[in-house]
């Protein structure tokens, strides 16, 4: 995994701990979760499944084409996405601080981290996961299918908005840093949540012009269709009803689950600077998130 992925494994699940959990207890370790592509072959789910080692005590449900586009449409290409749901997935509920264990097959663009992260978005912590499709595809099929799998395991509906602003930061990084580079990117979303925290804006055109002064005072040049991005996020980022007290026992549970990542001696620097600013931005943020 080259450093600047290691980078980034640090900066998104941070990230995601900006957001809600919303997943209860009701999944029991053992438990499995099989997410099927709709649009597979008969042959190719069967394969998938032999290939996942599924029993028929395993729960299955399919993740549509259209499911894609409606989480990830506004975010990524069309023609990223594609047309046909192919990628699959297999969720193993885990015991309580087991942590989260991805691994992928024939997938090309979403990476275990984006698992990850989307997992840790909707409250998912303990499990091991396991995706996989029948020939190279993107992998989106199997990101949506996770989320709506633990909806289904855990019998609970995570709100519209919520799904969608955690699917946007997850890409918009990911595609920032893929642009202007991985330390860039998270330099840059580090100092607007910090200008945000300390110089609250009052309206869109104040947070426009925050993030121009940002990207220039760091030497980025941001083109206008990733300005809009940033500044459609950070507004919907500021509505969000946050617990904060959550997000800062989260970050204290990602501190203690880091372990072997941790020491790593390129990222151990880098992943206990970081939390230690997301921390240090709390108290600040709390006061102006939660007026």
């Given amino acids: 995994m080259k450093l600047k992925w290691k980078k980034f494994i640090a900066f998104t699940l941070v990230l995601t701990l900006l957001f809600p959990m919303f997943v209860s207890a009701d999944a029991i370790p ?15 789910r069967q394969a998938l499944l032999n290939e996942m080692g599924a029993t028929e005590d395993d729960t299955i449900i399919y993740v549509t084409n259209e499911e894609e586009h409606q989480y990830l449409g506004n975010y990524i290409s069309a023609a990223r996405i594609g047309t046909n749901a192919l990628s699959s997935s297999k969720i193993t509920i885990g015991e309580e601080g087991s942590g989260l264990a991805v691994e992928s ?17 909707a409250g998912v912590e303990d499990a091991d996961i396991y995706i996989t499709a029948p020939i190279s595809v993107s992998g989106t099929a199997a990101l949506t299918g996770l989320i709506k799998a633990y909806e ?3 019998e609970i509906e995570i709100p519209e908005e919520q799904k969608q602003i955690a699917n946007e930061e997850l890409i918009r990084t990911g595609e920032l840093s893929d642009s202007i580079g991985m330390e860039e990117a998270t330099e840059l979303m580090n100092r607007i ?4 925290a300390t110089n609250p804006v009052e309206t869109e055109e104040d947070l426009r012009e925050l ?9 980025i040049t941001l083109t206008d269709e990733e300005l809009d991005g940033l500044v459609s996020l950070f507004m ?3 509505d969000l009803n946050i617990d904060w007290n959550q997000v800062q ?18 990222t151990q620097g880098f992943i206990r600077n970081f939390l230690d600013l997301i921390n240090r931005l709390i108290d600040s943020l709390r006061g102006l998130f939660s007026s």
């Avoid at 097959?105 to 978005?121: C, G, K, Q």
Wanted: charged share 30%; no cysteine.
């Fill in 30 to 44: 053992g438990d499995v979760i099989i997410t099927l592509g709709e649009d597979l072959s008969q042959s190719q």
């Fill in 105 to 121: 097959n024939n997938i090309n663009w979403v990476s275990d981290e984006m698992y990850a992260n989307a997992l840790i978005t």
């Fill in 152 to 154: 289904i395991a855990a």
């Fill in 193 to 196: 949540k910090e200008e945000i």
């Fill in 211 to 219: 993030i121009r002064r940002i990207a220039a005072e760091l030497g």
């Fill in 236 to 238: 919907r980022m500021k």
């Fill in 249 to 266: 026992d989260q970050i204290s549970r990602v501190r203690d689950n880091l372990g072997d990542f941790l020491n790593r001696e390129e």
